[in-house]
């Protein structure tokens, strides 16, 4: 099964005045990371995850996280 590259999850749109800054959080859970493979199980696969955070999808900063 192929899986995209990328997926938009926790989609929230945050306006910030210029010279402000701001504290943003999110919570991903299971339900974002997993998906339903080709049996129609409910699955979250080992490995890393880049998750990246800003202004569109060309954002290239990221953080890594490793599934266990």
């Known amino acids: 099964m192929t899986r995209p590259i990328k997926e938009?999850?926790?989609f929230e749109k945050v306006f910030?005045?210029?010279n402000e800054t701001k504290t943003v959080s999110f919570n991903l859970g299971k339900e974002?990371?997993?998906f339903y493979n080709a049996k129609g199980?409910?699955?979250v696969e080992?490995?890393?995850f880049k998750i990246y955070v800003g202004?569109?999808?060309l954002c290239e900063?990221?953080?890594e996280?490793?599934?266990i």
Request: cysteine-free; charged content about 40%.
């Open 8 to 10: 938009l999850k926790g």
């Open 16 to 18: 910030i005045k210029q």
């Open 32 to 34: 974002e990371l997993g």
């Open 41 to 43: 199980t409910f699955v």
């Open 46 to 48: 080992k490995g890393k």
């Open 55 to 57: 202004k569109d999808s």
């Open 61 to 63: 900063e990221f953080v």
């Open 65 to 67: 996280i490793e599934v």
